[in-house]
T-cell receptor, first 114, second 107 residues
Framework: GAVVSQHPSRVICKSGTSVKIECRSL??????MFWYRQFPKQSLMLMAT?????????EQGVEKDKFLINHASLTLSTLTVTSAHPEDSSFYIC??????????FGSGTRLTVV | GQNIDQPTEMTATEGAIVQINCTYQ??????LFWYQQHAGEAPTFLSY??LDGLEEKGRFSSFLSRSKGYSYLLLKELQMKDSASYLC????????WGAGTKLIIKP
């Protein structure tokens, strides 16, 4: 089946630094990828939808200058958390749409900002 | 508005059957998904319903009634490894997620 590789799985960074998270579709082309964040004991919250070759569409309340999304190829999307702060600590998960009905998730990235 | 409701938590016994309900109110409907999520991990796909009726996959079954805005996930022969959160999601033009149901399995 479809596989989405996400890394790093865990990252600890200092406040004020930037962190890049990669999401790759390994055996299919993903024209659309989704980025979610999830706080403990809460559901997934969609941050943005990225389409290959165009600007990402951000959900209301998500700062596009803070969460930079690049979807430069059909198999790679990246999320960069810029000038990270402790409140950005969360579980970030990417998802890629395969075909009409399939959504495959990456394994997630646990970000801790200290 | 868009709304998906599921129970926050359920408890069941190993070997038993449990039904997790999901009701939704969305402006559009293009399918309903069930996902399983273990703590600290990404969700994994369980089922997809777009037409009314029951879809069976091994120990797991999912039912949909579009007229009632209702779905359930049925888990049979419960195992300890089934302890997880179960997320209901409806696709409108994007996926709308329920808050998830934490299922606790007791021996």
């Amino acid at each position: 089946g479809a596989v989405v590789s996400q890394h790093p799985s865990r990252v600890i960074c200092k406040s004020g630094t930037s962190v890049k998270i990669e999401c790759r579709s390994l055996d299919f082309q993903a024209t659309t990828m989704f980025w979610y964040r999830q706080f403990p004991k809460q559901s997934l919250m969609l941050m943005a939808t990225s389409n290959e070759g165009s600007k990402a569409t951000y959900e209301q309340g998500v700062e596009k200058d803070k969460f930079l999304i690049n979807h430069a190829s059909l198999t790679l999307s990246t999320l960069t958390v810029t000038s990270a702060h402790p409140e950005d600590s969360s579980f970030y998960i990417c998802s890629a749409r395969e075909g009409v009905d399939g959504y495959t998730f990456g394994s997630g990235t646990r970000l801790t900002v200290v | 508005g868009q709304n998906i409701d599921q129970p926050t938590e359920m408890t069941a016994t190993e070997g038993a059957i449990v039904q997790i309900n999901c009701t939704y109110q969305t402006s559009g409907f293009n399918g309903l998904f069930w996902y399983q999520q273990h703590a600290g991990e990404a969700p994994t796909f369980l089922s997809y319903n777009v037409l009314d009726g029951l879809e069976e996959k091994g120990r797991f079954s999912s039912f949909l009634s579009r007229s009632k805005g209702y779905s359930y996930l049925l888990l049979k022969e419960l195992q300890m490894k089934d302890s997880a959160s179960y997320l209901c999601a409806v696709r409108d033009y994007q996926l709308i997620w329920g808050a998830g149901t934490k299922l606790i399995i007791k021996p």
